[in-house]
């Protein structure tokens, strides 16, 4: 099989969301997938449920779980830093038919993360691997190397209207 590169981004809800879905459906199939989730620090609801309830499927996170305001400090590039290098290892192991960098687009769009070094990733990454990013602000060339990218464009939410983020739905 063909495997190819796609980019969730946009200032929706749903990037995420989709990576999951794929998951679902590639472990349905018997593909073997890797999830690396940046930022989020691995004490979400997904991450929780894809221990608990996908036991094929390789989980890691790399972040400290806390929401980034202003520059990040040494600790979560450093974090950052680390998840590039395992994605690295992932791709080039070839142990993996599905490979998802979930929120990776933040962390280069953050400068913790060159452009340069994802424009590797996508450049080495084995021709039987799929591999998947997500994150809002996905840089211009990301996508220019990507075979697919999907806009998950916000048009009314109801964060707007002040309701916070609820379990098991946004967090």
Do not use: W
């Amino acid at each position: 099989m063909k495997g190819f590169t796609q980019i969730y981004t946009g200032d929706g809800k749903g990037k995420t969301t989709a990576a999951l879905g794929l998951i679902v459906r590639a472990t349905g199939a018997g593909l073997r997938v890797y999830f690396a989730q940046f930022l989020k620090g691995g004490k979400s609801a997904e991450i929780r449920t894809l221990q608990e309830r996908f036991p094929d499927v390789t989980v890691e996170a790399f972040g400290s779980g806390r929401l980034i305001r202003g520059k990040p400090t040494s600790g979560e590039i450093d974090s950052a830093r680390q998840g590039l290098v395992r994605i690295g290892e992932v791709l080039s192991s070839r142990r993996y038919d599905v490979v998802i960098a979930d929120e990776l687009n933040v962390v280069v769009a953050m400068g913790m993360i060159g452009v340069k070094e994802v424009l590797a990733l996508i450049r080495d990454k084995p021709d039987s691997v799929e591999f998947i990013l997500t994150g809002r602000s996905a840089d211009k060339r990301l996508c220019k190397a990507a075979d697919l990218v999907t806009e998950v464009r916000c048009i009314k939410h109801y964060y707007c209207r002040g309701v916070a983020a609820r379990k098991g739905i946004e967090k």
